[in-house]
């Protein structure tokens, strides 16, 4: 049995056309602005441009249709990494007795979607989307890195479980997303859907992209905050 890597790839999560209409609206927009890391801009570690699309309501759309495309490669990858929500958490399912049964990892395989989704609800939320460009044989992500780390805005970046990317377009060589400790390098390919770990264990970084530049929709899906799963009453 070959020992997983927890990275995974979805090919065609969302349309070639879905991509182009997001890179002509990303390409038109007022909005650009530098690419940031969590300490701030910095382009010897990311040079790109972005726009954090979550903070404009004229992005509302785009940000569903997204979250829709991750929504449906995140319910396969819980059904085979079930311990991304066990493993933190006490999760029981109501019997038809009425009694309280503790949730495994074949339980939650188990579970049809309607169910599943129910699951995810309670445990995990969307993160804020980002889309980027990395101009040709400029741009890139070089610096090694996580998506978990503290910051002073309540420790968001803790609760990342994983993160995830959406390649917008693949007209380009390189550019692809290397991960350290796996010895892997992800192809982008358009409408392909990238998940894995947000952890130091999946330390990764943006190859820059040569002869084109690299467009990509970029987020994570968090935790919920205690006072959500924990709350009283």
């Given at each position: 049995?070959?020992?997983?890597?927890?990275?995974?790839?979805?090919?065609?999560?969302?349309?070639?056309?879905?991509?182009?209409?997001?890179?002509?609206?990303?390409?038109?927009?007022?909005?650009?602005?530098?690419?940031?890391?969590?300490?701030?801009?910095?382009?010897?570690?990311?040079?790109?441009?972005?726009?954090?699309?979550?903070?404009?309501?004229?992005?509302?759309?785009?940000?569903?249709?997204?979250?829709?495309?991750?929504?449906?490669?995140?319910?396969?990858?819980?059904?085979?990494?079930?311990?991304?929500?066990?493993?933190?958490?006490?999760?029981?399912?109501?019997?038809?007795?009425?009694?309280?049964?503790?949730?495994?990892?074949?339980?939650?395989?188990?579970?049809?979607?309607?169910?599943?989704?129910?699951?995810?609800?309670?445990?995990?939320?969307?993160?804020?989307?980002?889309?980027?460009?990395?101009?040709?044989?400029?741009?890139?992500?070089?610096?090694?890195?996580?998506?978990?780390?503290?910051?002073?805005?309540?420790?968001?970046?803790?609760?990342?479980?994983?993160?995830?990317?959406?390649?917008?377009?693949?007209?380009?060589?390189?550019?692809?997303?290397?991960?350290?400790?796996?010895?892997?390098?992800?192809?982008?390919?358009?409408?392909?859907?990238?998940?894995?770990?947000?952890?130091?264990?999946?330390?990764?970084?943006?190859?820059?992209?040569?002869?084109?530049?690299?467009?990509?929709?970029?987020?994570?899906?968090?935790?919920?905050?205690a006072e959500s799963l924990f709350?009283?009453?």
């Amino acid at each position: 049995m070959t020992t997983p890597d927890f990275i995974e790839v979805y090919d065609q999560a969302l349309s070639p056309a879905a991509c182009r209409v997001l890179i002509e609206r990303f390409q038109a927009s007022p909005r650009l602005q530098r690419g940031e890391t969590g300490s701030g801009v910095d382009v010897t570690m990311k040079d790109s441009w972005d726009i954090a699309i979550s903070r404009h309501p004229e992005w509302a759309d785009a940000c569903e249709q997204l979250n829709n495309a991750v929504i449906t490669g995140f319910r396969h990858y819980l059904r085979r990494y079930a311990h991304l929500a066990l493993a933190p958490l006490k999760l029981q399912m109501q019997r038809p007795d009425g009694t309280l049964a503790l949730l495994d990892a074949e339980g939650v395989g188990a579970l049809n979607d309607e169910m599943l989704m129910g699951l995810i609800a309670k445990v995990f939320r969307p993160g804020a989307i980002n889309l980027q460009r990395y101009t040709a044989d400029q741009g890139g992500y070089p610096y090694w890195h996580c998506e978990q780390y503290p910051r002073l805005d309540q420790g968001e970046a803790l609760h990342r479980a994983v993160l995830w990317t959406i390649y917008l377009n693949d007209d380009f060589a390189e550019g692809e997303t290397e991960f350290l400790y796996q010895g892997r390098k992800i192809v982008p390919r358009t409408g392909s859907l990238l998940i894995a770990p947000g952890g130091f264990t999946h330390t990764h970084r943006g190859n820059r992209p040569r002869g084109g530049d690299k467009f990509i929709a970029t987020s994570w899906v968090l935790y919920q905050r205690a006072e959500s799963l924990f709350k009283q009453g």
